[in-house]
Every structure is written in C-alpha cells, then in structure tokens.
T-cell receptor, first 113, second 115 residues
Framework: AQSVAQPEDQVNVAEGNPLTVKCTYS??????LFWYVQYPNRGLQFLLK??????LVKGSYGFEAEFNKSQTSFHLKKPSALVSDSALYFC???????????FGDGTTLTVKP | DSGVTQTPKHLITATGQRVTLRCSPR?????VYWYQQSLDQGLQFLIQYYNGEERAKGNILERFSAQQFPDLHSELNLSSLELGDSALYFC??????????????FGNGTRLTVT
C-alpha cells in the first residue's frame, strides 16, 4: 500500500521569506511524486512532479521540490514567498505499477504581508 | 482551465435521497478518477475508470456507484444519503496506464450538502 504524510497542517511565513512544505511518502515500487495547489472553491492544480533524474525539480509559480530517496521525502520549496501563494497544498504519490494517486491530508500555507 | 467539467456545481438535498454527479474528462483522457474531500478526512480516493472499465476502487461506500460511458464521461451516483456524505466531490482525468507519470487534471468539484 502507498501512503503520503504531510506532517504540518499549517505553515505560516512572512512575504519575501523562503517557505518549505514537507512531504514524506511510502510506496512499494519506484515513486512518481506530485505537488498540487488548491485555491478556495477550486479543484486541485498541478504544480510539479518528480519522475526520475535530477533530485531538484522546478515547477510553476517559482516553486521547486527536492526528492530525497533515502529519507523518502519530497519537500516543496520557494525561495521568496508571495501573499498570493496562500493556499492549500497537497503532495501525492503514484506507484509506477498502480493507477491511483494517494494524496496527503494537505497543508495550509499562509503568507503574511 | 483544466478541461475537466463537473456538474452541478452545488447540490442541496435531504437525507435518504439519491443524486447523480456528472464529469466530462479532458479531451483525450481515458481515465476518470473520483475523489471525496471533506473537512476532517482530506482527499479520499473513491474509484477509477479507464476507457469504460472499473480499474481501481478505494474507500467507496456500497451506497455509492459510478460508471464511465462510451463517450468517456462519468457519473457518480450517491444514494440513501446521510448527513456525513456532505462534502466536495472531485472528478479528475488522466491519460491512462501509459501515462502514470503525468499529473491528474481536476474539475472544480460538486459541493454536496445533505440536510
């Protein structure tokens, strides 16, 4: 069985500061890892993914994520947070042999001016 | 715009009733996934269809059923509704087995309120 843990329900940062949203995963095979963002009353939007290759992946809106196989982590990062980054963020894992994606419980990011 | 269309946007109904949620996947996508999002349980996978056939099942109640039609749109049927079924129901689409490394594309959801 595959699982995802987002240990923080809430992350608060000041605008202009770096942000990190944490994610760890468990999967039997090789993982496909994804980050999605959800704004109020909207569906989830894809931010970035790790499939293979470089452990640092870059995505939309200046976000990036670092894959760490030994720590089974895939933390989302941004060097300088914007107030408009405030939203709900989901990490997801998909086993290369399975169809369904398993999502974490989500982390609410609040960026204060 | 994700290209995934869900109708209706809002649904208010009474306990014991039955409702149908509809999803049209992004053009070219063969897979449809249904998820339930509630305040206390996050995003829960319900069921996946691929090209008309059920492919994977998650935490879907026996009172719920789904199907995918030849034109690839999907319907989620919820019956004998209970207060606890109130949630946001999302449909997502994807390319299929050969594209598990591609992200899902989500609709904006149907907000179901059971009173």
């Amino acid at each position: 069985a595959q699982s995802v843990a987002q240990p923080e329900d809430q992350v608060n940062v000041a605008e202009g500061n770096p942000l990190t949203v944490k994610c760890t995963y468990s999967v039997s095979g090789n993982p496909y890892l994804f980050w999605y963002v959800q704004y109020p009353n909207r569906g989830l939007q894809f931010l970035l993914k790790y499939i293979t290759g470089d452990n640092l992946v870059k995505g939309s809106y200046g976000f990036e994520a670092e894959f760490n196989k030994s720590q089974t982590s895939f933390h989302l990062k941004k060097p300088s947070a914007l107030v408009s980054d405030s939203a709900l963020y989901f990490c997801a894992v998909r086993d290369t042999n399975a169809g369904k994606s398993t999502f974490g419980d989500g982390t609410t990011l609040t960026v204060k001016p | 715009d994700s290209g995934v269309t869900q109708t209706p946007k809002h649904l208010i109904t009474a306990t014991g009733q039955r409702v149908t949620l509809r999803c049209s996947p992004r053009s070219g996508d063969l897979s449809v996934y249904w998820y339930q999002q509630s305040l206390d349980q996050g995003l829960q996978f319900l069921i996946q269809y691929y090209n008309g056939e059920e492919r994977a099942k998650g935490n879907i109640l026996e009172r719920f059923s789904a199907q995918q039609f030849p034109d690839l749109h999907s319907e989620l049927n919820l019956s004998s509704l209970e207060l606890g079924d109130s949630a946001l129901y999302f449909c997502a689409s994807g390319g299929g087995q050969s594209s598990y490394n591609s992200p899902l594309h989500f609709g904006n959801g149907t907000r179901l309120t059971v009173t």
